[in-house]
Structure formats: structure tokens, C-alpha cells
């Protein structure tokens, strides 16, 4: 047996909190995330759903342009980019005038992929001081977690894993995780109960709005708030379209609702989805039969859009979907 063998071995059999696990498994050499395929090979998002999320996206950034007074340049930051198609759906869709001033950035930490828009520059890690809209679409349901599970007596442990996915509990949970689910997800002392511990989510995204110098930024992720925690918490994980048992060893996305409510920084506020799109212009509302009569062809490309815009608004879907919208510097542009 070579050297290199061994270690193989020591690492599938190794036992890792969920966080450094994952962590492995989405971002390390080889992983999920760095696969040539992307995102869009194993699940589908507001983005690939339909172009008019763009539009919506590419609305809201004229909304911040307009609350800052139209600058120079306008910032436009996509972080967890995928392969880029929300930045460059959203160039495509701004007037002439507003792209002309937008500086955009897709930030991800697979490679640039072929063919990318040449405007829009590729990043690792989101600029410094930004001034526009930094939207991050289903980016923090993937930054990694540990997870917690009530004991036989009643004790919050966290739960080890090895590449395999074989489970089994650590040492109790204290310091700052113990105090964010005290907070956040307290856990009644029920054996089995579960729960997914978001400090490191917290932080990631207070850093990622600390880039901004005047501006919004918007996470936008399923998720859930303090007064409908899931009991036995929500980890699970997608390969090739379907929904399986999250395991860490690069074959699958590892993902995990978020706990919104507890990432939201002062002057933050929640709504879902299907309001936030509602008041972009995305309202899933059917073309007049009229039309059908006048211009058919006008009528079958509206009907389509419609049934996107009732895509991603709807209940049970992608409309349930949360947005977090953090201005810095500026009124709320999506406020009635």
C-alpha cells in the first residue's frame, strides 16, 4: 500500500464536524463547486428559470442608481455567480445609459468560464468598497454550517460525519455556537431534535455588506425564521436534479435552509420572494384573449412569460423564497 493510499484512507475515515466537511467537499481541490458543469447542471434557480429575474434584478439596480443620485459608475455585484448568467443577463437587460456606468463583478470561485461577457470582471472574493447593489442568489444556504443534535440526556452535541456521510454525535456545542442557538434555534431537550448552527452565515454575510460603501445588498435563499424552526433541521443535498443524502465527498451540492432572520444586520427586513418580484414588475398576470386574435404570435410569447413570472412567484416554490434586503446609506428601494 503507497503512502498516498493511506492517507486516502485516513481522510475517508476521518470524523469532522459538518462545517469543515462540507467546506471539503463544495470548495476544496475537486470539489462540488469547482466541477466544469456548474451550478445549473444539478439544480435550477430563480436564474435559469426564466429571464425575467434578471429583468427584475436588473429593475432594482436602476432603483439603487436613481437613490444614489446616479453616479459615475454603478457597482453590480453577483456573488456565488454560478458560470455568470445573472451578471450578464442583468447588463443585457439595463438601458443603454445605466449599463454604460455599471461595473460589474461576478464572484465565484470556480474559474472564469469561456465566452463571459468581457465587461464584467471575475473575482474570487467581492471588491471593497462598493457603491450599487451586491445581490447574492442563493449563495448562503452553501456556506457551510455545523449541526447540532439533541442527545439521550438531553444535550446539544455536534454531529460529526465522515466523506462517507456515516453520522454520529461530538463533543456538546458551547461558546458563540451555543450561544447563537440559544438565540436562534433553541433546542428543547428532546433526543433526536436538529438543528443547523448559522454563525458562520452571520459573519459571511456582515462581511459581505461591509463592501459597500452606499448601496443595498440582497441575499436571496430559502429559509425560515425564529418562529417556524424545521425540528430536525434541513441538510440535505442535490446531484444531477434531484434531491439526495447530503454526503461529503464532492459528489453532490451540500445545502442547508437559512436561517434569514439571524443573519439580518440593523435596518435589514425580510419578505419573500413573490412580494419582491411583485413590486419589480413580475406579477405572472395572463395576457388579454384579444390578443390572441390581434397577434398571436404577441400573445403565445406573452403567455409564456407569464407562466415564468408564475414560476417564480409562486407558493410552494420559488416565491416562498426569502429575500434579506440590507440598505447601507440609502432608503429602502423596494418600501412601498
Given at each position: 500500500?503507497?503512502?498516498?493510499?493511506?492517507?486516502?484512507?485516513?481522510?475517508?475515515?476521518?470524523?469532522?464536524?459538518?462545517?469543515?466537511?462540507?467546506?471539503?467537499?463544495?470548495?476544496?481541490?475537486?470539489?462540488?463547486?469547482?466541477?466544469?458543469?456548474?451550478?445549473?447542471?444539478h439544480f435550477r434557480t430563480s436564474v435559469h428559470a426564466s429571464s425575467l429575474f434578471a429583468g427584475a434584478v436588473a429593475r432594482l439596480l436602476c432603483r439603487v442608481d436613481e437613490a444614489l443620485g446616479r453616479p459615475a459608475v454603478l457597482d453590480f455585484v453577483d456573488m456565488a455567480a454560478g458560470r455568470g448568467e445573472l451578471a450578464g443577463g442583468v447588463l443585457a437587460a439595463l438601458p443603454a445609459e445605466v449599463a454604460a456606468r455599471t461595473r460589474?463583478?461576478?464572484?465565484?470561485?470556480?474559474?472564469?468560464?469561456?465566452?463571459?461577457?468581457?465587461?464584467?470582471?471575475?473575482?474570487?472574493?467581492?471588491?471593497?468598497?462598493?457603491?450599487?447593489?451586491?445581490?447574492?442568489?442563493?449563495?448562503?444556504?452553501?456556506?457551510?454550517?455545523?449541526?447540532?443534535?439533541?442527545?439521550?440526556?438531553?444535550?446539544?452535541?455536534?454531529?460529526?460525519?465522515?466523506?462517507?456521510?456515516?453520522?454520529?454525535?461530538?463533543?456538546?456545542?458551547?461558546?458563540?455556537?451555543?450561544?447563537?442557538?440559544?438565540?436562534?434555534?433553541?433546542?428543547?431537550?428532546?433526543?433526536?431534535?436538529?438543528?443547523?448552527?448559522?454563525?458562520?452565515?452571520?459573519?459571511?454575510?456582515?462581511?459581505?455588506?461591509?463592501?459597500?460603501?452606499?448601496?443595498?445588498?440582497?441575499?436571496?435563499?430559502?429559509?425560515?425564521?425564529?418562529?417556524?424552526?424545521?425540528?430536525?433541521?434541513?441538510?440535505?443535498?442535490?446531484?444531477?436534479?434531484?434531491?439526495?443524502?447530503?454526503?461529503?465527498?464532492?459528489?453532490?451540492?451540500?445545502?442547508?435552509?437559512?436561517?434569514?432572520?439571524?443573519?439580518?444586520?440593523?435596518?435589514?427586513?425580510?419578505?419573500?420572494?413573490?412580494?419582491?418580484?411583485?413590486?419589480?414588475?413580475?406579477?405572472?398576470?395572463?395576457?388579454?384573449?384579444?390578443?390572441?386574435?390581434?397577434?398571436?404570435?404577441?400573445?403565445?410569447?406573452?403567455?409564456?412569460?407569464?407562466?415564468?413570472?408564475?414560476?417564480?412567484?409562486?407558493?410552494?416554490?420559488?416565491?416562498?423564497?426569502?429575500?434579506?434586503?440590507?440598505?447601507?446609506?440609502?432608503?429602502?428601494?423596494?418600501?412601498?
Amino acid at each position: 500500500m503507497t503512502p498516498g493510499t493511506r492517507a486516502g484512507e485516513r481522510e475517508l475515515h476521518e470524523w469532522r464536524g459538518w462545517l469543515a466537511a462540507a467546506e471539503g467537499a463544495l470548495y476544496g481541490p475537486g470539489g462540488f463547486y469547482r466541477r466544469d458543469e456548474g451550478p445549473a447542471g444539478h439544480f435550477r434557480t430563480s436564474v435559469h428559470a426564466s429571464s425575467l429575474f434578471a429583468g427584475a434584478v436588473a429593475r432594482l439596480l436602476c432603483r439603487v442608481d436613481e437613490a444614489l443620485g446616479r453616479p459615475a459608475v454603478l457597482d453590480f455585484v453577483d456573488m456565488a455567480a454560478g458560470r455568470g448568467e445573472l451578471a450578464g443577463g442583468v447588463l443585457a437587460a439595463l438601458p443603454a445609459e445605466v449599463a454604460a456606468r455599471t461595473r460589474a463583478y461576478a464572484v465565484e470561485i470556480a474559474g472564469r468560464p469561456g465566452g463571459l461577457d468581457h465587461r464584467i470582471e471575475w473575482l474570487a472574493a467581492p471588491p471593497e468598497g462598493i457603491t450599487g447593489l451586491l445581490f447574492a442568489n442563493e449563495w448562503l444556504d452553501n456556506v457551510p454550517v455545523e449541526v447540532a443534535e439533541v442527545d439521550s440526556a438531553g444535550t446539544a452535541r455536534l454531529v460529526l460525519v465522515r466523506e462517507d456521510g456515516s453520522e454520529r454525535l461530538g463533543e456538546p456545542v458551547d461558546g458563540d455556537q451555543a450561544r447563537w442557538l440559544q438565540r436562534w434555534w433553541p433546542l428543547p431537550g428532546e433526543a433526536g431534535l436538529r438543528a443547523e448552527i448559522g454563525l458562520t452565515r452571520d459573519e459571511a454575510w456582515a462581511a459581505a455588506a461591509a463592501t459597500l460603501d452606499r448601496g443595498l445588498a440582497v441575499a436571496v435563499d430559502y429559509g425560515h425564521t425564529a418562529d417556524a424552526r424545521p425540528p430536525f433541521g434541513t441538510l440535505t443535498g442535490f446531484r444531477e436534479g434531484r434531491e439526495t443524502t447530503a454526503v461529503p465527498d464532492g459528489s453532490c451540492d451540500i445545502t442547508a435552509h437559512v436561517a434569514l432572520d439571524a443573519c439580518a444586520l440593523p435596518g435589514g427586513r425580510l419578505l419573500p420572494q413573490r412580494e419582491a418580484l411583485h413590486a419589480l414588475g413580475v406579477t405572472g398576470a395572463r395576457p388579454p384573449l384579444t390578443l390572441a386574435s390581434t397577434d398571436p404570435a404577441a400573445y403565445v410569447r406573452a403567455l409564456a412569460s407569464a407562466g415564468e413570472a408564475a414560476e417564480l412567484t409562486a407558493a410552494g416554490g420559488l416565491g416562498d423564497f426569502g429575500w434579506l434586503v440590507q440598505p447601507v446609506g440609502i432608503p429602502d428601494v423596494l418600501s412601498d
